[in-house]
C-alpha cells in the first residue's frame, strides 16, 4: 500500500508513536515562526522554561500584526520581542519586511521539513511541501527548546485536482470550492493533501493561497507536492539548493477524497459571517459594495498584485468605493514599485498600505456602519472586521479589483478585459534584499527590554479532588477565538496584559460575561460544536483561565484551541450525549467529584448539575500524556514537575 506525502514527512519526523489516525505521535520540528500578536506571550513562556538558545534548524519572530502604534504598548512589545530573539538565537523579521507567512515562504521555507508556528495560517508554508502546522505559542516555545510536538495523528484527507483555471478564477476560489463542499468543520482531525495532473498549473503562491485558507477547513495542516514548479520558485529566491522533489505513491490511500475540475470552477465570494457561507458571485449578484480591501497571508503575493494593477491599469475606482491594497512583503512591494505596478494602483485610487496583516486582523480600516466590506483575508467572522454591523465577503484578487472599479461585487470575466490580460508569468529572479532580517546575538549577551505593559501570564494549578462552579455563558455553535477573546486595533496592543484583556473576554457574545465570571471567582462554559474554531491565539485560553474558568464542556471542540485548554490546565469535556446540552442553563451549578481520578480514566467521567439535579456522561478522549498535563494544572507546571523528579 503506498503513502502519502504527509505520512512520508512525518515518518521522517517521527518521535514516537504510529502512524495511526487517532494515536497521539510526536514530531522532531525543524523550524519555528512567531508573530507579535502571540509571539509576545510565546517568549515569556520561552524563558520560563529556562533553556538559553533555541534549538531548532531555524526559529524566526515577525513583526507583522501590532503595527499601528497609538501608544507605546506595540512598540514595547516590539523591543521585547526584538531584544529575547537576539538573546536566544532567533531571527527577527523587522516591522516592514512583511507578513509572517509571505516571507516564510519565499526566504526559509523548505520542502520536506516541518514548522510549527503561533499562528493559525502557518499551513501556506504546505504550498511549497512543508508540514507547516500551527499552535498555541507553548507549544511552540516547547519547540524552540527542543522538545518535540504532540498531536493526534490525523487522518489523511486527499483533493485531486484537474486540468487549469480557467480566465477571471483563481486560487482562492479553488478554497472556496473545498470550503463550500467540505465547511469549517470539514477539516478537523485531517491533514488536506492536494495531488492530479491539475497541481503543476498551480504556482507556489497560488498554492500557497490554498493551503494557507485550509485553517478555515479545521485541518491540521494541508499540503502540496514539492515539485519542478517548487524548484523554479526556490531558485528564483537564490534557494535552489533547498529543493527536494518529493510526491505521494502513485498507489496512496487516502481515507476520503474529492475531486475538483479547475476548469470548471467559477469566480465566488464566502458571504457573512463565515468562509464556508460560498456561493458564486453570479450567484449572489451585483451588490453595493462601499469597501474593498486586497492583502492578507491569504493574497498578497508578487502574483496577486501584479493581476490587480493589470485590471486597475488606466481605470479609476468607483466613486462610492474606498480600496486598500497591503503588500505580503517588502520584497513584493519593491518589485511592484520597480516595475509600475505600484503607480497603476495608486493612479487608479488605492491607499496603499504597509506590509502587513492590517485589516485582516483588525488593525486599521474598519468599515463604515452597515457597510458591505470584500476583501480577500481568510476570514469573515463577526465583528472581525472591527464593524459588527459590517457584512464582510471574501474574495479573490480578481474579483476584488473587479468590485472596486464598478462599486457592485462583479464577476471578472465580465469586465471585458483581454483573454491574455491576466496571463502573469512568476519572475525568473525575485529581488532579494534581507536588510530587515535581523540575525540574533551569537554570545547570548543582549539584555531583554521590557515594557510596563507586558504582565506575568497566569498559571493553572493542579487540579483538586472536586471540580466545581457554576454555568457562567452557555453558547452556540462555532464560536470563534475572536468572540472569547476578541482582537482589533483597541485591544492587539494588549497582547502581553492579560488582565487588561479579562475584561473584553467573550464580549461579542454576552457583554456581562467578565464582571458575571470575577464575581462567581470562575466556574464553566457550556458551548456547541467546533468551540473555538479560528485563530491559533492562546488568550482565548489564557485569558479564561485568569477569570477562572475551570472547565469547557462542548459538543465538539476546534483542535488548536482544545490544545491551548488542555496547556492552560482547563477541561476541554465533550458531550457523551448531546440531548443534555439542552438541559443545561446559565447559573446552573455543576460539580466534578473525584475529578483527578476521572481525568485519569480510572472511573466514568460524569458531571453533576446540582441545581437541576441529574448528573450526565461526558468524554475525555486524551492519551495518558495529557491528562497528566491537566491533572498538573497546565503544560508548564508539568514540564517543571518533571524536571524536578528526573
Known sequence: ?????????????????????????????????????????????????????????????????????????????????????????????????????????????????????????????????????????????????????????PKIFGVELLGKLSFGVSAKDVILEVLRRLGVKGGVGRIIEYFGEGVAALSVPERATITNMGAELGATTSLFPSDEVTRAFLAAQGREADYTALSADEDAVYEDAITIDLGALEPMAAMPHSPDNVKTIREIGPISVDQVCIGSCTNASYLDLMRVAAILQGKSIADNISLTVSPGSKQVMTMLAQNGALAAMIAAGARILECACGPCIGMGQAPRTDAVSVRTFNRNFYGRSGTYSAGVYLVSPETAAATALQGVLTDPRDMGLKADALDISMPEVFLINDNLIAPPDDKGETQVVRGPNIKPFPLGKPVEDTVSGDVLLKMEDNITTDHIMPSGAKLLPYRSNIPYLADYCLSPVDETFPARAKQKNGGFLIAGHNYGQGSSREHAALVPLYLGVRGVIAKSFARIHMANLINSGILPLVFADEGDYEKISTDDTLVIASAPQKIDGAVPFTVENKTKGFSFAVRLELSERLRSILKDGGLLNHTKKQGQEA
Open 1 to 153: 500500500m503506498g503513502k502519502t506525502l504527509a505520512e512520508k514527512i512525518i515518518k521522517k519526523n517521527l518521535v514516537s508513536g504510529d502512524l495511526k489516525a487517532g494515536e497521539e505521535i510526536s514530531m522532531k520540528i525543524d523550524y519555528t515562526l512567531t508573530q507579535d500578536s502571540t509571539g509576545t506571550m510565546a517568549y515569556l513562556q520561552f524563558e520560563a522554561m529556562g533553556t538559553p538558545r533555541v534549538k531548532t534548524k531555524k526559529s524566526v519572530a515577525y513583526i507583522d500584526h501590532n503595527t499601528l502604534q497609538s501608544g507605546f504598548e506595540n512598540a514595547d512589545d516590539h523591543k521585547f520581542i526584538e531584544t529575547v530573539a537576539k538573546k536566544h538565537g532567533i531571527y527577527l523579521s523587522r516591522p516592514g519586511n512583511g507578513i509572517c507567512h509571505q516571507v516564510n515562504l519565499e526566504r526559509f521555507g523548505v520542502p520536506g521539513a516541518t514548522l510549527l508556528g503561533s499562528d493559525s495560517h502557518t499551513p501556506t508554508g504546505g504550498g511549497i511541501g512543508m508540514i507547516a502546522i500551527g499552535a498555541g505559542g507553548l507549544d511552540v516555545a516547547v519547540a524552540m527548546a527542543g522538545g518535540a510536538y504532540y498531536l493526534p495523528m
